[in-house]
């Protein structure tokens, strides 16, 4: 690539490193907003994990450049991702880099896409279903709480193919054991600074994690020895296919390597999917002319409809696009690294530089989203935005592998919960975003209060 002789600088803020260290994690949404006000473009940010600051992009042309990278000037290793590996593990997708990240992905994908999509959505619909017919007329509730039962449930009886038995139960409680951790910023803090990572036994923060985290590994290594002493080759959870996925060499997974990608689909995979129904079920409930139009497209299906049906739904797709798009989970991209000095827009990257794109900033522009804070599902039939103008899933070769299996997930249960419950919200002010862990949440869990059920399907 030819080199420009006149650069822009790339904005930061004056503050110190420490201090917005500190912002981004009391206060991500909020600092977020500071570095757009300073730069419409780029700007440098400290992040955990990472001794010089890097830069954050949020314009869609560098986004494009920095993940599609086709002049192979950026380089996306794993170990620039090493803040969730406590919880995920040196072998899962996110930990891999160059050739092996490559091979583990095409192991993977074929689990995630085509038909078995629509063998997964009965059983999704089961579980949205009962779950839901578990409230109780007059019962208040926090809808985060309900939607992280849908989507563990999905986790472990879809993807790890657990529907009973003694580990079921044990595998959902230390999930949410763990999860349950990092709720506060204070518990956050040990993910970002590495120096209180430190076991000084089982009465110690960080202690009673990892002991937590042994205990949901055995009870995964269990499974995985039962599966390969019992081999049942008519099973099509994702992880019997999985076990049985061969490279081009005849290789199949080892035990860790299926270990750290359950752990990913488990956290990873579940925490979001919940979070992003929580929200859609807020959106819905805040706008009354939103939810009569996709309980009219559903209504128009008829009674009981098929789930891939309803998947397929345009309004329903949008509405769960704009969900995504206002409140996104995930603040950031996969980070990159810059393999030689290049030129991104008109800047000037030095080689080993590294770089994330916000997620976050990048659905917030006005100049793709016109009004950026107005719930408008519209917006996804008006036009079609490019993998680099929405991106809740990431880009490149790090986007999210159970994309799929998260879209259905959200759909149908926002359907479900528009069409078979009547609900109120009771918060009684807008709903912020707060950090949870890695994500962005519903600082209140979106408090609702069941009146009891109707079906809102046409007879």
Excluded at 190 to 202: E, I, M, N, P, R
Excluded at 268 to 286: F, S
Excluded at 403 to 424: F, H, N, S, Y
């Amino acid at each position: 690539m030819a080199i420009a002789t006149e650069f822009k600088s790339i904005p930061r803020l004056s503050t110190g490193k420490f201090q917005q260290k500190l912002q981004s994690l009391l206060n991500p949404v909020g600092y977020l907003t500071r570095l757009a006000s300073l730069a419409p473009d780029l700007a440098y940010m400290p992040a955990a994990g990472y001794d010089q600051p890097l830069i954050l992009a949020y314009h869609p042309e560098a986004i494009r450049q920095l993940l599609s990278n086709s002049n192979q000037a950026f380089a996306a290793p794993g170990e620039l991702n090493g803040i969730i590996e406590p919880l995920v593990g040196q072998q899962s997708l996110v930990s891999l880099s160059g050739d092996r990240h490559r091979q583990e992905r095409k192991l993977i994908m074929p689990a995630f896409h085509g038909a078995r999509m629509h063998n997964y959505g009965a059983l999704i619909t089961q579980i949205i279903e009962e779950e839901l017919s578990q409230l109780k007329p007059g019962q208040a509730f926090q809808m985060q709480d309900i939607t992280q039962k849908i989507t563990l449930r999905t986790i472990i009886e879809v993807v790890f193919g657990v529907q009973g038995g003694d580990r079921y139960a044990p595998i959902m409680a230390m999930t949410r054991k763990i999860l349950n951790r990092f709720t506060s910023p204070i518990a956050n803090s040990f993910l970002f600074f590495t120096s209180l990572q430190k076991d000084l036994g089982a009465w110690s923060p960080w202690g009673s994690f990892i002991r937590d985290r042994q205990a949901l590994d055995e009870l995964i290594y269990a499974e995985l020895q039962e599966r390969r002493a019992h081999p049942d080759p008519e099973r099509t959870d994702i992880l019997s296919l999985l076990m049985a996925a061969t490279d081009e060499a005849g290789n199949t997974m080892d035990d860790q390597q299926l270990r750290d990608e359950l752990m990913l689909l488990l956290f990873a995979g579940h925490e979001t999917t919940a979070i992003a129904m929580a929200w859609g079920t807020y959106w819905l409930h805040t706008h009354p002319e939103v939810m009569a139009k996709v309980r009219a497209e559903i209504t128009a299906l008829g009674e009981n409809p098929d789930p891939m049906d309803i998947y397929r739904l345009p309004y329903l797709a949008a509405v769960c696009n704009e969900t995504l798009r206002i409140n996104p989970v995930a603040m950031f991209t996969f980070a990159r690294q810059a393999v030689t000095i290049t030129q991104l827009l008109d800047y000037s990257i030095e080689g080993g530089t590294v770089l994330m794109g916000s997620i976050y900033l990048l659905h917030q522009r006005p100049d793709l989203y016109p009004n950026p804070r107005e719930f408008r599902p519209e917006r996804f039939l008006e036009r079609q935005f490019t993998p680099y103008e929405f991106m809740p899933f990431g880009g490149g070769v790090r986007r999210c592998a159970g994309e799929a299996l998260a879209m259905v997930e959200l759909r149908l249960g926002l359907a479900a919960i528009a069409t078979q419950a009547d609900l109120t919200l009771l918060d009684q002010v807008p709903v912020a975003a707060k950090r949870k862990g890695l994500v962005l949440s519903p600082a209140t869990g979106v408090k609702m209060r069941f009146n009891g059920s109707k079906i809102y399907y046409s007879n």
